[in-house]
């Protein structure tokens, strides 16, 4: 399990396969094929959570990706996600909430606008990308269900089903995948649920039909696939915390000066950036640390990583 997360790889295994279309033609297809066409996609509400750097290209997005329940390697989301049954689609809402339940995705979706962002987007592989997304804040849905006095966390559980996702007829991690975040993290108006990419439906291998977004934690706290949302006041068991505590903390917040035991997070590689780009410094929080750094006053950030 150790050697799951590589920090680097050659150029040629993360060139992305272009596949030289042009956007609209991709998304021509997404929506022949069907994808999610029922979800609400277009961006409603733009505001000041834009990234200045340009997007990675929606092949980039979508042929480069991290999804176990699909594989271990960065093409098999891409290749192997199509055959998942996003609609219906149900999402459980259980804990210390007022109103808990098992909500189709529209009904739990239903009133909440949909944003605009561009997020700057690291993973704890140390390679980036810049993601246009479109979904709603988390907080607009956890005040829709009513968030009762006491609660502190929010966990999430993405799907389990094996004859979908081939990935989980291995044990490579103990499925349900599994995240959680504070709830004043939660609350956090930079943090989405997404439910598109560039104003298409999501991708299935980005975690469709519904997947969280923390821009300033490593990707892995970006659970895809969401179908349960719990409220709690004990701390979530969350998977590569799980897997390796000593590797993987709970906070997962990006931050240079802590490296991962076997690499260096000090700097990133952009994917897409060609053969000859250098890699570039990761920054505190991501880039985000004036939204966000307040969250964590007084906290031992090289202790609670
Ligand atoms: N969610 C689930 N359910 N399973 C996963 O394997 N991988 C995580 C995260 N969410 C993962 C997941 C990791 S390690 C990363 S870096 C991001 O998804 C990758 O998101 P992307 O493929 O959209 O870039």
Not at 92 to 110: H, I, K, N
Not at 111 to 124: E, Q
Not at 285 to 303: H, W
Request: aromatic content about 12%.
């Amino acid at each position: 399990m150790d050697n799951k997360f590589v920090p680097d790889l050659g150029w040629a295994d993360v060139t992305p396969k272009h596949l030289f279309f042009s956007r609209r033609a991709a998304l021509g297809a997404l929506m022949a094929a069907g994808a999610g066409a029922m979800l609400p996609s277009m961006g409603v509400a733009d505001d000041g959570f834009i990234a200045t750097e340009t997007p990675n290209s929606f092949e980039e997005i979508t042929q480069y990706n991290n999804f176990y329940e699909f594989g271990l390697d960065k093409e098999d989301p891409a290749r192997l996600a199509g055959g998942l049954t996003i609609a219906p689609w149900q999402v459980q809402v259980d804990g210390m909430v007022d109103r808990p339940g098992v909500y189709e995705l529209a009904d739990l979706l239903d009133g909440l606008p949909v944003h605009n962002r561009i997020y700057r987007f690291r993973c704890v592989e140390a390679w980036s990308m810049v993601v246009p997304w479109n979904g709603i804040e988390l907080r607009a849905l956890l005040q829709k269900l009513g968030v009762q006095p006491g609660a502190r966390y929010v966990g999430f559980e993405t799907l389990v089903r094996p004859e979908e996702m081939p990935g989980q007829r291995r044990a490579a991690l103990d499925w349900p995948y599994r995240e959680g975040l504070r709830l004043d993290e939660a609350m956090h108006p930079l943090t989405l649920l997404a439910t598109g990419l560039y104003d298409a439906p999501l991708p299935r291998q980005n975690g469709a039909p519904l997947r969280l977004v923390v821009p300033w934690k490593y990707g892995f706290k970006s659970i895809k696939s969401v179908v349960r949302i719990t409220i709690t006041d004990a701390q979530p068991k969350t998977t590569w915390n799980m897997e390796n505590s000593r590797e993987y903390g709970f906070y997962a917040n990006v931050n240079p000066q802590v490296d991962h035991p076997r690499w260096s997070q000090a700097s990133e590689r952009r994917i897409g950036g060609g053969l000859f780009a250098r890699r570039q410094p990761t920054l505190p929080f991501n880039g985000y640390q004036a939204q966000v750094a307040s969250l964590y006053e007084g906290m031992d950030l090289t202790k609670e990583f």
